[in-house]
């Protein structure tokens, strides 16, 4: 029978395990019955908390209606001697009017006396007494008590005073008030007392209804004790002391009424209340202490607490007995049954199931899912043994694999020690690949080379990322990858390291780096070939430009004026060939950098109009030249290279236009999408003529080098092959395009786009004015030609001349030098290829301050037949101040002077 098919059996009775099934120990059962007992006391968790917080509530409750009571029964106590001694006061205010007292009648004043205090129970005695100290009357019939308690208390008074006193006399805690008889001349006659026994008060004390053991005192702010209502109990009356002291003169410092809980003089904690009386002028405070023991407040919580812990305790054993026995059976058994058949599907018996799965229960539920995870889990455990038998195939066709590279292949740990390799690394160190497993990688590996090797182990490790490098050993060459194997929390757990002999792949590569070399070398003696013959190219045709302009300028007739003006144009021709040249090899070079700067778009259009306007009307040509008015004034790009563009096609356009018109457009385009940000701007121009045309064949080859559409047709029009290419090569260095439409005999239509940026906020847009580039002077300079061709030389010098500046010409360096030690000039326009010494050492002579220059700051300017673009940059790194490519106009030599030199 295969695995995962199983036959149908019965499930056991219920209380027995599954036939064949480990039996579920008693101490796990046990675990779980207590598991199951603490839950319930969790359950019963919250009651517990609620009885308690209920009953911390009515406690905090039953504390408020205690210091209430107590509140209103120290007010109620508190009011008796308060009313009492004002009335007091004003009873001796009025008997010292009376006139039996003022006569002295002893008789009078006893009726009088004991009347009020048969009226006035709160009083103890009231008495009269001579200034001299002699008791005449006295209320109580007491003569020689009255003496002996009162008298000491009055003899030492002012008797023209009114005056009270409290405290304890005799054991007797009292209150006393004295008022002076006067006579009709304001003269002391008598002094009044009226005595008050604090006592009395206690029965206020036993009225107000407090707890037993509430207790009731009088003292005075220092301390001293007048009254306590448990001194019937055999206590003393005297001084508080200790915590007591503590607890009443922290209450003192409250206000009038405050309240705290503290040990009394018997040890029993209670809940104190005290008040300041208000009793008479010039007498010592006395305050009313009431307390309430905190056992009679708390006594009715308490009963209600213990009630309720014990029904709930009552109650949880109930239900802890009842989770006992209902979870034996209906639980724990059960629980019992999953757990022995889970432990014999643990132990490698996929036939067990609980049997529990009929129940119609919770628990039936369960047990049916539990069946139906073993059922599955034996299915799975089937499918594992089929899929290991498919990795066991898998791995030996991965073996063989492994064995089929060509690679050294070896799995290492992180301390290099093998794991396992191929045949082709065992066979590299002449082993078996059991060998080298357990084996440290570094001992099979050359001493020059194993600390490379470990170095380069521990950075893959520590980094987890791959590493790349060659060994050499012995005559052969390696490349080493090392692969970092991550483990399931991605930290590096394994290493692969797969060498290959890429020694022949190596010769190869030298080799071609040597081809390489040679052929840049062949190409680097091409442009300098090109570099010279530009500048032997330029040097004489400088001086052939040069006569001819200054033979343009003297008088002549219509033949010799023809003359010279064919003789102009085939030089500028050279020239433009020279010119496409050098461009040419200044672009297969790498030397042709874009260099933006801000103008404005009318200096690329307005000298096309004055350089082309001449041969366009020669010809019977119409030129125009439009620019869309929606384009912004000012740009920023590099003008001579977008003039470049126009230049050879708008050259071409009139080369091969011989009737009709030639038009110039330049706009905004159209696609301004993919830009890199909104402050670039995508340039539309565009060259239209009316010529001859070019075939569809032609156009596919006419942006090559040294490609001409002639080539297509008859041989009728001059040119290099070159204007076209340098055009497409400086538009896509712009980021942009070029095309052409044409047909044969329709005329031809050369479209481009450039990209250029529009000048940011604040940024100056005209650094450089057109204005500014035209020659404007005021004074003459004195100027030193270095030139050491006669011809130039000549022709330099009467330009100068005609200019107004003053000329001293020199042939080499050093001519220079003395000639700067002899007088002092405004400016030197400096040939650089010279005898003796060549312009580049003497400006560096000049600047580092080697020579007796007057002014070693002089304006410098190169006028050289060297015109690429990196011999410009080599000029101004030696101190040169700008630049002059031969051959030269008038007009570009009176800009470069007017540019170091201006007026």
């Not at 009347?115 to 009269?128: C, T």
């Not at 002391?188 to 005595?195: G, N």
């Not at 001084?239 to 029993?268: H, I, K, P, W, Y």
């Not at 209670?270 to 307390?291: A, E, P, Q, T």
């Amino acid at each position: 029978m295969e695995a995962g098919q199983h036959r149908e059996q019965d499930p056991p009775l219920p209380g027995k395990p599954p036939a064949g099934s480990a039996r579920t120990s008693p101490g796990r059962l046990a675990d779980l019955r207590l598991l199951l007992l603490i839950l319930v006391l969790l359950a019963l968790c919250p009651l517990l908390a609620l009885s308690l917080g209920n009953a911390i509530m009515e406690r905090s409750a039953a504390a408020e209606a205690a210091f209430q009571n107590a509140l209103s029964a120290m007010r109620l106590i508190a009011q008796a001697p308060e009313q009492a001694s004002q009335h007091a006061e004003r009873m001796l205010a009025v008997l010292a009017l009376a006139p039996e007292i003022r006569a002295r009648d002893t008789r009078a004043c006893d009726e009088i006396f004991s009347a009020l205090l048969q009226s006035n129970p709160e009083f103890a005695d009231i008495l009269a007494m001579t200034p001299e100290g002699l008791v005449f009357s006295s209320g109580s019939q007491q003569a020689q008590d009255i003496r002996r308690l009162y008298l000491p208390l009055l003899v030492d008074r002012n008797p023209a005073a009114e005056f009270g006193w409290v405290g304890t006399l005799d054991g007797r805690s009292i209150l006393l008030f004295a008022h002076p008889v006067k006579d009709a001349r304001q003269g002391p006659v008598a002094l009044l007392a009226v005595v008050l026994d604090l006592s009395a008060y206690g029965r206020a004390f036993e009225k107000a209804n407090l707890p037993p053991g509430s207790s009731l005192a009088m003292a005075k702010s220092d301390g001293t004790l007048l009254y306590h209502s448990r001194a019937t109990l055999g206590w003393n009356i005297g001084t508080l002391a200790g915590e007591q002291f503590s607890l009443f003169r922290d209450l003192l410092t409250r206000g009038e009424e405050a309240n705290a809980t503290g040990t009394g003089m018997d040890g029993v904690e209670r809940l104190y209340s005290v008040k300041r009386l208000h009793i008479g002028r010039g007498m010592d405070d006395l305050y009313v202490r009431v307390g309430i023991p905190l056992r009679a407040i708390y006594a009715d919580v308490d009963r209600r607490l213990w009630r309720n812990l014990l029904g709930l305790g009552g109650t949880g054993g109930l239900v802890l007995l009842l989770t006992w026995l209902y979870g034996n059976r209906f639980i724990l058994s059960r629980v019992a049954r999953l757990m022995d058949a889970a432990q014999s599907i643990r132990q490698g018996d996929f036939t067990a199931r609980s049997g529990l799965a009929r129940d119609k229960d919770p628990f039936g539920e369960l047990a049916a899912s539990f069946d139906s995870m073993a059922e599955a889990l034996a299915q799975r455990e089937a499918e594992r043994l089929s899929h290991m038998a498919v990795l066991r195939e898998k791995d030996d066709r991965i073996q063989a694999l492994f064995n089929a590279t060509t690679d050294s292949v070896i799995l290492l740990d992180p301390d290099g020690i093998i794991l396992a390799a191929n045949e082709i690394a065992a066979r590299r160190r002449k082993v078996t690949p059991q060998e080298m497993v357990g084996t440290r990688i570094f001992d099979s590996l050359p001493l020059e080379v194993a600390e490379t090797r470990r170095i380069k182990l521990e950075k893959t490790a520590r980094t987890g990322q791959p590493h790349v490098f060659d060994e050499e050993m012995g005559d052969r060459i390696y490349r080493v990858r090392l692969f970092p194997v991550a483990g399931p929390d991605g930290k590096t757990t394994h290493l692969a390291s797969f060498s290959r002999d890429i020694t022949e792949r190596r010769h190869a590569e030298r080799e071609l780096v040597k081809a390489k070399r040679q052929a840049e070398a062949a190409n680097e003696a091409k442009t300098q070939f090109l570099a010279n013959m530009s500048h032997e190219l330029r040097t004489p045709l400088n001086g052939i430009l040069g006569m001819v302009q200054i033979l343009m300028d003297s008088d002549l007739d219509a033949d010799q004026a023809q003359s010279l003006e064919l003789a102009r144009q085939s030089a500028d021709n050279l020239h433009k060939i020279v010119n496409n040249l050098l461009e040419m090899a200044s672009i297969e070079a790498g030397d042709v950098e874009i260099v933006n700067r801000p103008f404005d778009l009318a200096e690329v259009v307005d000298p096309l109009a004055r350089t082309f306007s001449v041969q366009a009307r020669l010809k019977g040509l119409d030129l125009r030249l439009n620019m869309a008015p929606d384009l912004p004034g000012q740009v920023i790009g590099d003008p001579f290279r977008l003039r470049q563009v126009l230049t050879n096609l708008l050259g071409n356009a009139l080369r091969y236009t011989p009737k009709g018109s030639v038009e110039v457009e330049l706009r905004t385009a159209e696609d301004q999408s993919g830009l890199a940000d909104k402050n670039t701007l995508r340039l539309y121009g565009a060259v239209s003529d009316t010529g001859i045309g070019i075939p569809l064949e032609a156009q596919k080859h006419i942006f090559e080098s040294f490609e001409l559409a002639e080539h297509y047709l008859n041989k009728r029009y001059s040119g290099s092959g070159l204007g076209l290419s340098i055009a497409r090569q400086i538009v896509e260095r712009m980021g942009g395009h070029i095309r052409v439409q044409s047909a044969p005999g329709q005329g031809s239509r050369f479209e481009f786009t450039a990209l250029v940026s529009l000048p940011g906020q604040g940024q100056d847009a005209h650094p450089h004015p057109l204005a500014d580039l035209r020659p404007k002077r005021k004074r003459n300079l004195r100027i030193l030609l270095a030139e050491d061709e006669l011809v130039n030389r000549m022709f330099a010098s009467q330009v100068l001349g005609r200019m107004d500046h003053s000329v001293t010409a020199v042939t080499n360096g050093e001519e220079v030098l003395q000639a700067l030690e002899r007088e002092a000039f405004d400016l030197i326009l400096m040939d650089v290829q010279m005898p003796v010494m060549d312009g580049i050492s003497a400006t560096k002579a000049i600047r580092d301050g080697h020579s007796a220059c007057k002014t070693p700051g002089i304006p410098i300017i190169a006028l050289t037949a060297y015109a690429m673009e990196s011999d410009r940059d080599r000029f101004l790194k030696v101190g040169m101040d700008d630049f002059v490519a031969k051959p030269f106009t008038v007009e570009t030599l009176s800009q470069a002077i007017h540019r170091v030199a201006p007026s």
